[in-house]
């Protein structure tokens, strides 16, 4: 079954980007870490599981496909670590993630900018080449990366070295330039699906989190803004024919989360001034509020995709609860504004949400169906 051929995305029926890793891939990982294998043999195994996992997405009936975030560790370190005047501190975050059950720590190395931004190659250029090798007839390959947003959020003015940066706004406007030119660069590598993964403009929504950014030298009030401002500043030029959208989540690690909350906060100046294509929006559960934010999209071409399917869990959402779900949603947005997804990735980190791969595309399969009830 497969939607809309020849449309352009986010499509009906999409997803966010990372799928769980099969077996042989943690295996390899874990192989390479103790030097037991060559960097070289790791892609090999990585290359065939893309290849797979490629396959799988368009024969569920996807036209979006993803490597899956295969070669990561983490969605957004892997990236940013890249990023020239970026570098591994000896410092450990503490993020404590929240699910049923209780709590889950997670404790990354956290980043230092010591140095001036700077694109010094173009970021996961080998990474999509592949997947574009690999994308059957007919699909569009995607590819995710952190939005600007992340290189500020997780340490602020205090990860900043104040010798390069006295001024906060040289950093963000470095910061866009380095977007920018990223971005044109995978446009002239063919890539015309980006997406741009954001937890910073969903857990803003949270008082605890607009806290800790004022912990961390911030305004939590009007960090939105900042953001929003630096995210068009680096799409400002972008190249015509390529779509970007935005995801935004409130967490996700081993099935928990960090905040709670509706997209009040920040709905007006992001659905209303943000330069993007799409809206990838967690509505899985009652902790991501309702639909009424959802009044400030513009009408017109901008498409929100609802992440109403979780993938944090392995049972199948009811059709029917589905689609009186969009039904809510289209009082706000034009239904033909409106698309389906899961609220985020299957595997943010390595380490993967709480269900198995057929699990995971089950529930793709089941987006793909509802999507095709309910558009056509």
């Not at 070669?71 to 450990?92: A, K, T």
């Not at 090798?133 to 939005?147: C, N, Q, Y």
Request: charged residues 25%; glycine residues 10%; aromatic residues 8%.
């Amino acid at each position: 079954m497969a939607l809309e051929t020849g449309a352009r995305p986010p499509f009906r029926a999409d997803h966010v980007g990372s799928l769980l890793r099969p077996p042989e891939v943690l295996e390899a990982r874990k192989a390479r870490q103790a030097g037991h294998i060559s960097a070289g043999e790791l892609r090999e195994i990585e290359d065939a599981a893309i290849a797979t996992a490629v396959r799988r997405q368009a024969d569920t009936g996807l036209l979006g496909v993803t490597d899956g975030e295969m070669r990561r560790g983490s969605w957004h370190m892997d990236f940013l670590y890249q990023i020239g005047g970026v570098v591994h501190s000896d410092r450990r975050l503490h993020i404590e993630f929240k699910n049923p059950a209780g709590t889950v720590a997670f404790s990354p190395t956290a980043h230092r900018v010591t140095g001036r931004l700077r694109l010094e190659k173009t970021i996961f250029a080998d990474d999509f080449a592949y997947l574009q090798s690999v994308a059957p007839r007919g699909t569009t390959p995607k590819l995710t990366i952190p939005s600007p947003s992340m290189l500020h959020y997780r340490g602020g003015r205090a990860a900043i070295a104040t010798a390069i940066y006295p001024e906060m706004g040289a950093f963000w406007a470095d910061l866009a330039q380095v977007y920018a030119a990223e971005i044109a660069a995978l446009h002239a590598l063919g890539c015309r699906y980006l997406q741009l993964d954001d937890t910073s403009l969903a857990y803003l929504n949270d008082p605890a989190q607009r806290a800790y950014v004022d912990s961390i030298g911030g305004d939590g009030a009007s960090q939105h803004l900042t953001n929003i401002a630096v995210i068009n500043a680096a799409l400002k030029n972008r190249p015509p024919g390529m779509t970007v959208c935005i995801h935004m989540c409130r967490g996700n690690y081993r099935s928990s989360w960090v905040a709670e909350g509706g997209y009040d906060h920040v709905a007006e100046a992001l659905f209303g001034g943000l330069d993007v294509d799409g809206f990838f929006l967690e509505y899985d559960d009652a902790r991501s509020g309702g639909f009424a934010p959802l009044r400030f999209v513009p009408r017109g071409s901008k498409r929100v995709v609802l992440g109403l399917v979780t993938s944090k869990q392995a049972a199948l959402e009811d059709k029917d609860v589905l689609k009186r779900r969009i039904d809510e949603a289209a009082k706000y947005v034009p239904l033909d504004q409106l698309c389906l997804s899961p609220q985020c990735g299957f595997s943010s980190t390595v380490d993967g949400n709480l269900l198995s791969i057929d699990e995971q595309f089950a529930k793709l399969r089941l987006i793909v169906e509802v999507a095709s009830e309910v558009w056509g």
